[in-house]
């Protein structure tokens, strides 16, 4: 089993931040990617921003340059940090990761339960 568990949302106001962690555990090989999404309230989930094993960093337009995803690979964590977030920010924030559980398994995207963001303006 692979459980993904996100920390660190909260209640902030605009122009403030926040650090978001997401750790994984259980039976795990390797990871080849972590990210994070979101999904506002009648909204559809959306990608925020990607890490590969490699450090290979994608973001999506509207938070480059406010936002900045890490990762440390000894801790199966990736983290997200925002900075001068905005009302339009809140949202309930998923992490997922892309990985392999043994040397022998396929791939497959393992999610975590999301922790809420709210900006208030």
């Known amino acids: 089993q692979v459980q993904l568990v996100e920390s660190g949302g909260g209640l902030v106001q605009a122009g403030g931040s926040l650090r978001l962690s997401c750790a994984a555990s259980?039976?795990?090989?390797?990871?080849?990617?972590m990210g994070w999404y979101r999904q506002a309230p009648g909204k559809q989930r959306e990608l925020v921003a990607t890490?590969?094993?490699?450090?290979?960093?994608n973001y999506v337009d509207f938070v480059k340059g406010r936002f900045t995803v890490s990762r440390d690979g000894a801790k199966n964590t990736v983290y997200l940090q925002m900075n001068s977030l905005k009302p339009e920010d809140t949202a309930l924030y998923y992490c997922?990761?892309?990985?392999?559980?043994?040397?022998?398994?396929?791939?497959?995207?393992?999610w975590g339960q999301g922790t809420q963001v709210t900006v208030s303006s």
């Open positions: 890490i590969t094993s490699g450090n290979r960093i």
């Open positions: 997922n990761a892309e990985l392999e559980q043994t040397r022998w398994s396929r791939r497959y995207t393992y």
């Open positions: 259980g039976t795990i090989f390797s990871i080849n990617s």
